[in-house]
């Protein structure tokens, strides 16, 4: 069965300090890695699309990086604006399905 | 901009009333849609798969008699909660791919149903 765990559950940080989101999955053969961001009573908003180990991509403050068991959402300088949860989903190749973690809530503090 | 378009944004309603759920996917045709559900804190729960022109595919434990999933049309998906009680008080999330298997699903903006 697919898993996926997201650390920390919460995480608080001053407007200009850099940190970083933790994803550990185990799929049955993983198709793609993705990363999303939630505002309180919205949908989820796509970020990114990882394909294989060693990939990076990158948009704005926000750079997601992928290993054979783990991706890695790191922010730089992050602003308030920034503040939401951060959700990490797998897909394994022959299923459409994503299976997600429960989130990282993150909180930028002006 | 929004590519996924749900509607009612919220809905109150009393024990034992049907409410239906709207899903559009805007400016493209989506073959396949997903229906979710979200509790508090909680991760996103795949409740079934919805093919245009095709029985849904519900997951285990969901009860498709209780959820029922239409998908007329390439742009369109309906999901009526039949009978509800307040234990299907809920966030409920649509979501739309477009384009080849390795794309991602884009989701609406979710439905906040309470049941009195």
């Known amino acids: 069965e697919d898993q996926v765990t997201q650390s920390p559950e919460a995480l608080r940080l001053q407007e200009g300090e850099s940190s970083s989101l933790n994803c550990s999955y185990t799929?049955?053969?993983?198709?793609?890695l993705f990363w999303y961001r939630q505002d309180p009573g919205k949908g989820p908003e796509f970020l990114f699309t990882?394909?294989?180990a060693g990939e990076e991509k990158e948009k704005e403050r926000l750079k997601a990086t992928l290993t054979k068991k783990e991706s890695f959402l790191h922010i730089t300088a992050p602003k308030p604006e920034d503040s939401a949860t951060y959700l990490c989903a797998v897909r394994p190749f022959g299923n459409e399905k994503l299976t997600f973690g429960t989130g990282t809530r993150l909180t930028i503090i002006p | 901009g929004a590519v996924v378009s749900q509607h009612p944004s919220r809905v109150i309603c009393k024990s034992g009333t049907s409410v239906k759920i709207e899903c559009r996917s805007l400016?493209?045709?989506?073959?396949?849609m997903f229906w979710y559900r979200q509790f508090p804190k909680q991760s996103l729960m795949l409740m079934a798969t919805?093919?245009?022109?095709?029985?849904?595919?519900?997951e285990q434990g969901v009860e498709k008699d209780k959820f029922l999933i239409n998908h007329a049309s390439l742009t369109l998906s309906t999901l009526t909660v039949t009978s509800a009680h307040p234990e299907d008080s809920s966030f409920y999330i649509c979501?739309?791919?477009?384009?080849?298997?390795?794309?991602?699903?884009?989701f609406g903006d979710g439905t906040r149903l309470s049941i009195l």
């Open positions: 919805s093919n245009e022109g095709s029985k849904a595919t519900y």
């Open positions: 990882l394909y294989s």
């Open positions: 979501s739309a791919r477009f384009g080849g298997l390795n794309q991602p699903q884009h």
């Open positions: 799929v049955s053969g993983l198709r793609g």
């Open positions: 400016d493209f045709q989506a073959t396949t």
